[in-house]
């Protein structure tokens, strides 16, 4: 028997081609390649945020300015008509969102004056300290 006659016994095993579909996947058991698993940065950051529920930016309700009486007793002469109209020109008040606000007159302080006071809101306690003095509600 020469060298070049000698042959193995058995066949030779043929290297398993793993990863071109059927049973075993892409990976197939060799593990994944580097860092697959990680998730953008914006994602986590909103991921943190709690989660507020409904439409949140409600506009202003209240455009009511408050007027005290002893701001009136300090502006006003005797006699004089009190609205809103005159408010926004001696200062008292300003507009909100470009119009004329609702006023509503609060009893801080004390009064002496007769006034005129039309169309406003006024506190029960305003009204009747007004009424005291002369003043006349509309």
């Given at each position: 028997?020469?060298l070049?006659?000698l042959?193995?016994?058995?066949?030779?095993k043929?290297?398993?081609?793993?990863?071109?579909?059927?049973?075993?996947?892409?990976?197939?058991?060799?593990?994944v390649?580097?860092?697959?698993?990680s998730?953008?940065?914006?994602r986590?950051?909103?991921?943190?945020?709690p989660?507020?529920?409904g439409?949140?930016?409600?506009?202003?309700?209240n455009?009511?300015?408050l007027?005290?009486?002893?701001?009136?007793?300090?502006?006003?002469?005797?006699?004089?008509?009190?609205?809103?109209?005159?408010?926004?020109?001696k200062r008292?008040?300003?507009?909100i969102?470009?119009?004329?606000?609702k006023v509503?007159i609060l009893?801080r302080?004390g009064i002496?004056?007769?006034?005129?006071?039309?169309?406003?809101?006024?506190s029960k306690?305003?009204?009747?300290?007004?009424?005291?003095?002369g003043?006349?509600?509309?």
């Amino acid at each position: 028997m020469r060298l070049h006659e000698l042959q193995p016994i058995h066949k030779p095993k043929k290297k398993k081609r793993i990863g071109r579909g059927g049973k075993k996947g892409s990976s197939s058991g060799r593990g994944v390649q580097g860092i697959t698993k990680s998730q953008p940065r914006i994602r986590e950051i909103l991921k943190r945020y709690p989660k507020l529920r409904g439409y949140r930016f409600h506009p202003r309700t209240n455009k009511t300015q408050l007027i005290n009486l002893e701001v009136l007793e300090r502006v006003f002469e005797s006699g004089a008509v009190v609205n809103p109209e005159v408010c926004m020109q001696k200062r008292i008040i300003r507009r909100i969102q470009g119009k004329t606000p609702k006023v509503k007159i609060l009893a801080r302080g004390g009064i002496t004056k007769a006034l005129i006071i039309e169309s406003c809101e006024i506190s029960k306690s305003a009204r009747e300290k007004i009424e005291k003095a002369g003043g006349v509600v509309k």
